[in-house]
């Protein structure tokens, strides 16, 4: 379980918002975390949906709520790259980054298999792998005296297995014991990341029927926020829904630089759309500082958590169990300790770098246009602040950049063909991965070869991402860099080949 698969058995059947009540598929959860004890209804729950950006803004909240040091976050994101334990973390301050190993996660998941066969009996066999992770990351952030857990999910959100806090549900509260259902409304808040078209056969078949299933998970008078959206009627869509849910819902503020270094990338006071100055002094950590995408991410994570606190007294009536300060945890000063020491997941525009005659190289899972462009364009912002500082008359236009993009069959590859040809790089190279040794979900290198239809600036490889990446090197030289994309699973080839010792790199 070490090599990334997101979900072995693909997209779940009957994803759509359709079926969000109790019917098929949140029951077989249901069931599930019954046999495991009920562990949801021991902690409280931040969701993260959306189409792209989820995990950074997940890992986010979740560095800024264990901050403190005063309460145990689990932090549930996927997929994973390398390890299994990257999907489940526990941090307990602000310089844990949660990584529990995969054996010690292993060894507690196999304590519960006996629980899993069960409910897996039960279901027909029914039960998907994305669905059983998730069930067990609960009950091990139960063990680990978790108490509030930010989740992100996996397809959708009101129909994903992630939701099981009560919100977009109805209200249920049918007792307090493990042994319950589901308390009603354990849900502190929603973020909802940049929504696209993306799953829209499995989520109704439309973007807006894909707004409704994301934005369906809103809880009834919980804080919903929504990052700045860039396809029309997207925004209205998700607020709609939202306030039909009774969530509340908040419009994200602006990152501005402070005052006193106002041409610092890194010195930012958060501004409320009033123009209220709320947070001072927010520090972006170096590796994310030229990504645009790190600062929209920011502005909705303290959108979210100003408005988590400002209900501090709500939250927890009749619900006393976590006796949990809001005001305490989620303090300015703990905004700003969780934004310095964030990491995003792996893959999420990681930098590989250290190895003889090899340029830079970036991995990001981007597979949508605008998150395609949002990595380019951070790639060539950060080497181009790198080149400044040798050389501040360095022209934009030395800074070479070449991509290696394997994109899979379900993704917008004509939407993305347009991107890179607006992105003015000296070289793609296209390729491709696998799923379980089966490439057949991703397009033929070739095929979008030929749909780019710029050869003078491209090629295809038909050896895999590593040997698509030694390409893109002959070209961009040791100065340039690399930028690989389009796919977790490419990513995953990228850095198991860099971090190997066996590696013919």
């Known amino acids: 379980m070490s090599s990334l698969n997101h979900e072995a058995s693909g997209v779940p059947r009957n994803a759509a918002t359709d079926c969000a009540n109790e019917r098929f598929p949140l029951k077989r959860v249901d069931d599930l975390l019954r046999h495991l004890g ?8 931040v969701h993260v949906v959306g189409s792209k950006g989820k995990g950074s803004c997940a890992s986010l909240l979740a ?6 040091g005063h309460v145990n976050v689990g932090l549930y994101t996927s997929p994973h790259v390398l390890a299994l334990s990257e999907r489940v973390r526990v941090l307990t301050n602000q310089d844990d980054d949660g990584d529990v190993g995969d054996a010690a996660l292993l060894r507690a998941f196999e304590t519960y298999a006996p629980a899993v066969r069960t409910a897996q009996e039960e279901a027909g066999g029914a039960i998907t792998r994305f669905e059983v992770l998730t069930c067990l990351a609960l009950r091990y952030f139960a063990d680990a005296n978790v108490r509030v857990a930010v989740m992100e999910a996996g397809l959708g ?4 297995a992630t939701n099981v806090f009560g919100g977009g549900r109805g209200q249920r509260n049918d007792g307090d014991g493990d042994g319950d259902v589901a308390r009603a409304n354990r849900v502190l808040g929603v973020l909802c990341t940049h929504v696209s078209n993306e799953h829209a056969s499995a989520l109704g078949g439309s973007l807006a029927s894909v707004c409704k299933s994301k934005a369906s998970i809103a809880a009834s008078g919980r804080p919903f926020v929504v990052v700045r959206q860039t396809e029309r009627g997207v925004r209205g869509a998700l607020v709609e829904t939202a306030e039909a849910a009774g969530a509340r819902v908040h419009t994200a503020g602006t990152l501005i630089p402070s005052d006193s270094n106002p041409t610092a990338r890194h010195g930012f006071v958060y501004t409320a759309p009033d ?21 929209t991410n920011i502005e909705a994570v303290l959108a979210l958590a100003l408005a988590i606190r400002s209900q501090n007294g709500d939250v927890f009536e009749g619900q006393g169990k976590l006796g949990i300060d809001l005001a305490q945890i989620l303090s300015n000063e703990m905004f700003v300790r969780g934004i310095a020491h964030w990491t995003p997941p792996r893959g999420r525009g990681e930098v590989l770098e250290g190895r003889d005659d090899w340029p830079v190289v970036v991995v990001d899972g981007a597979h949508t246009p605008e998150s395609v462009s949002q990595a380019i364009e951070a790639v060539r ?16 236009s030395s800074i ?31 390729s491709s991965s696998s799923v379980n040794g089966d490439s057949s979900r991703f397009h033929a290198p070739k095929a979008l070869y030929d749909l780019y239809n710029k050869p003078e600036e491209s090629t295809w ?3 895999g991402v590593v040997s698509a990446m030694r390409n893109a090197a002959n070209c961009v030289g040791r100065d340039g860099s690399i930028v690989v994309l389009g796919s977790f699973y490419a990513g995953a080839d990228a850095m198991r080949a860099w971090f190997s010792d066996d590696s013919d790199m």
């Open 38 to 45: 009920n562990p949801q209804n021991r902690m409280h729950a």
């Open 63 to 68: 560095r800024v709520f264990a901050a403190s």
């Open 157 to 160: 959100g009101v129909s994903d």
């Open 275 to 295: 123009g209220r100055r709320e947070v001072e002094n927010v520090q972006i950590p170096t590796r994310l500082r030229y990504a645009p995408a790190s600062h």
């Open 381 to 396: 912002n950060r080497r181009l602040a790198e080149a400044a500082r040798e050389n501040p008359d360095v022209l934009p």
């Open 400 to 430: 070479r950049v070449a991509a290696v993009v394997a994109l899979m069959n379900d993704k917008d590859a004509s939407g993305i063909m347009d991107v890179l040809h607006a992105s003015r790089l000296n070289r793609v190279v296209f």
């Open 461 to 463: 490889c038909d050896g």
